[in-house]
């Protein structure tokens, strides 16, 4: 019930009411009303919103997260692409659910959020705890639209840092020489793929995606305006990894005689497939995710070298770019990263590295 009172010539209301949650007494005061009228008019509007909003919660009380994230993840996420749907779907039935979904919705704790987060850092990379963060909060943000929370209590959590995965998943200059020669000694489409990586840094499925009509030999470029993986062909998450990028010469040299190769292997096989996609085995099917991770590690073997993935071949075009003299702005839009800040971000060792260099140039050129 609304109680009101006059302050000088002005009235101001003031409702006590009980937050169904936490089960503690709040206060909501309002006052330069002209009338005492004019201030119950908006008091009774406020006490309809409590009331209302109240009954809500309390019908969610009882509600589990784990049903709430799985009618969230039904219902509302319709109009995403289906890669996207894919990871949330994972994302939320193998760890959101499996650790969170016995808590009731309305009473699980910021605490209790917080150490399921630390205990993410155990098994994922900073950018999947992100990333599950992101999915759990979005589906609480839908949950306060809808008036089931009063408010966002997960919001402001804390993410810890783990060891840069990019100081393991590259290959220094020399090691680059040794992969490389291995590959050459390798069939000529697990040669041309590997090469494709290292000399443009695109993504996994950036690179499956591409046909022919991406890539102009004559200017020396290459366009990236979509990614492949099982779900089918789409296109990128965001506006910046669409790009075109300059190539060597080396590169193109490389990719005449592997348009070369795809003709002889042609004739050489019965049974061809026509696929619409430049990366393909002999017989002229598409290579897939798997085949990429399979010919790096198949390469890999040949060698003494420590293991990385066909992420760690674009961790390597970024560090190679940055000691030859590249500035970050430059490699930024080149990967296709969303801003140079995250660049920096990721490259933050070699960044730091090089800063150090340029200060010793600069000494060295004022002493003189």
Not at 181 to 188: C, E, K, L, Q
Request: aromatic share 8%; with cysteine.
């Amino acid at each position: 019930m609304a109680s009101f009172r006059k302050r000088g010539d002005k009235w101001e209301y003031r409702i006590i009411y009980r937050d169904p949650v936490t089960e503690k007494y709040k206060e909501k005061t309002k006052g330069g009303f002209r009338t005492k009228k004019e201030a119950s008019v908006e008091a009774a509007d406020i006490e309809e919103k409590i009331y209302l909003g109240q009954t809500t919660i309390v019908k969610s009380r009882d509600t589990l997260v784990k049903s709430w994230l799985t009618e969230w993840l039904e219902v509302y996420n319709e109009s995403i692409n289906a890669k996207t749907r894919t990871y949330r779907k994972h994302y939320i039935n193998d760890i959101l659910i499996p650790e969170l979904g016995g808590y009731r919705l309305a009473t699980i704790t910021k605490t209790q959020y917080q150490r399921f987060i630390n205990g993410l850092t155990k098994k994922y990379k900073k950018r999947t705890i992100q990333s599950i963060h992101s999915i759990f909060c979005t589906a609480m943000n839908k949950a306060v639209e809808l008036e089931m929370l009063p408010f966002n209590k997960f919001q402001n959590v804390s993410i810890a840092k783990k060891d840069d995965v990019v100081k393991t998943n590259y290959l220094t200059k020399d090691e680059v020489s040794i992969f490389m020669d291995a590959a050459a000694t390798s069939p000529f489409h697990h040669f041309i793929m590997v090469s494709l990586l290292l000399r443009t840094g695109m993504r996994k499925g950036e690179m499956l995606a591409l046909t022919w009509d991406d890539i102009d030999l004559v200017h020396k470029r290459i366009k990236i305006t979509k990614s492949r993986d099982k779900s089918g062909c789409h296109p990128p998450k965001t506006a910046s990894s669409i790009r075109t990028i300059a190539i060597d010469d080396t590169l193109i040299d490389q990719l005449k005689q592997y348009q070369t190769w795809q003709k002889k292997e042609r004739l050489k096989h019965k049974i061809c497939f026509d696929s619409e996609y430049m990366l393909t085995i002999p017989n002229g099917r598409e290579m897939g995710e798997y085949g990429v991770n399979k010919v790096i590690n198949m390469i890999l073997a040949k060698t003494n070298l420590h293991h990385i993935t066909p992420h760690g071949l674009r961790h390597t075009h970024a560090i190679m770019l940055l000691e030859s003299g590249a500035d970050i702005k430059s490699v930024s839009v080149r990967l296709g990263h969303s801003s140079v800040e995250f660049t920096a971000d990721v490259y933050v060792h070699f960044t730091k590295n090089l800063e150090n260099e340029l200060v010793s140039n600069l000494e060295a050129y004022l002493g003189k």
